[in-house]
Structure formats: structure tokens, C-alpha cells
């Protein structure tokens, strides 16, 4: 295909097409604003119809790169992995209550419980952590969350399995709440964890 040939023809074309319905400096505008005029006004479609032999995403050539394609893979099956999660750190913390603390998961998309241990509600954190970072790492909780157990887990890039942060009770938590919600690791790590039976980790 004569890439030039058809930009040329595609420019003109829904250049004019533009003046016809409205777009008064179409002729010296960028073509990107005219096609962002045609967009907003509805009519990009009905042009396309009308100029079949145009496809814009023939400009580009796209060539391969490696590192790219495997993020893509990669991503690509994390996804597949963490389906029925919310995002990996999602997946991460959870599966890992599930597996270690006997959690007994809630339905995709219950709000602001994750599962129940022993019949007490629980809401999971997962966060990145190592000794470098701890102090500027926090969690948000809602104060009016219906939960009876925070529990935070944690990881940093490179181990091979989640650990276990700590376990707190709601009303220990909300004691230490800063603005916006937030708590503090470094603050949760200094307070009592919770009594409530849990089975220990395997």
C-alpha cells in the first residue's frame, strides 16, 4: 500500500467533509483536531463508511519488542491466575489467608469484606514491603467497614511466597486512623495484634 497516496486522499477527503459540516478552520487546523471534530460531532464513523479504502491503523508499522511482548505474556497470565480477585495484590493477599489462615472467601465484588475466618469478617491488605520502605507504607481502611479483623500480608519483589504482617482488631485500628483513612504499618506494627482464635499459618 502507498501510504503517502492514501494520507494525502484521507487528509483532503475528511478535511472536507469537515468544512461541509461545520468545522470553519478545518483547512488550517492539524489533522488530529479534525479528526477530534468529526469524533465529537459523530460523524467519523459515517466518513469511514464513506472511505473504505482508508485504514488508520496502517500507518503504523508495528514492530515487535521483546521485552514488551513478554510484560504482555506475562501480564496476560497473572490475569488468568488472579480471575475472581481484585488485581494481583488482590490475589496475593487473599489466596494467601485462604490457603494459610483457613479463610473462607466472600463472592467477588462483596463490599469491604474479603472472608470470614472462624465466623469473623475480615478484610484483607497486601502490601509491598522491606525494611527500606516500611515507614512511608500505609493502608487505607473506611471507618464504617463492616469488618471484624484487619488482616495485612505483605511481600517484597523477589520472594517466593507472601508472609503474614499482622492480624488487628477493627477497633484497634481505627485508633491510630490518620487523614484520608490511612494507617500507618510502621503505627500498626507497634500495636497489640488481636486475641481471636486463628488458625496458624502452615
Known amino acids: 500500500m502507498n501510504h503517502d497516496k492514501f494520507t494525502t486522499a484521507y487528509e483532503s477527503r475528511i478535511r ?30 459515517e466518513f469511514y463508511e464513506a472511505f473504505p479504502d482508508y485504514d488508520p491503523t496502517c500507518e503504523l508499522e ?19 491466575i488472579s480471575k475472581g480477585y481484585d488485581r494481583v495484590e488482590g490475589y496475593l493477599g ?3 489467608c ?25 478484610q484483607v491488605k497486601f502490601k509491598w514491603v522491606n525494611a527500606q520502605n516500611l515507614g512511608s507504607r500505609f493502608v487505607t481502611v473506611r471507618p464504617d467497614s463492616q469488618f471484624d479483623l484487619l488482616i495485612v500480608t505483605c511481600a517484597d519483589y523477589g520472594d517466593t511466597e507472601v ?19 490511612r ?16 488458625p496458624k499459618p502452615k
Open 16 to 45: 472536507a467533509w469537515a468544512k461541509n459540516r461545520g468545522m470553519k478552520d478545518c483547512l488550517t487546523a492539524k489533522i488530529d483536531e479534525v479528526e477530534r471534530f468529526m469524533r465529537s460531532a459523530g460523524h467519523i464513523e
Open 62 to 80: 508495528v514492530s515487535i519488542n521483546t521485552e514488551r511482548k513478554m510484560a504482555l505474556e506475562s501480564l496476560a497470565k497473572i490475569r488468568h
Open 94 to 96: 487473599e489466596s494467601f
Open 98 to 122: 485462604e490457603d494459610q489462615l483457613r479463610m473462607r472467601k466472600t463472592r467477588e465484588g462483596t463490599k469491604d469484606i474479603d472472608g470470614y475466618i472462624l465466623g469473623r469478617s475480615v
Open 163 to 181: 508472609s503474614l504482617f499482622g492480624i488487628w482488631d477493627k477497633a484497634e485500628v481505627l485508633k491510630i486512623m490518620g487523614s484520608r483513612n
Open 183 to 198: 494507617v500507618s504499618l510502621r503505627k500498626l506494627e507497634s500495636r497489640p495484634q488481636s486475641t481471636a482464635p486463628i
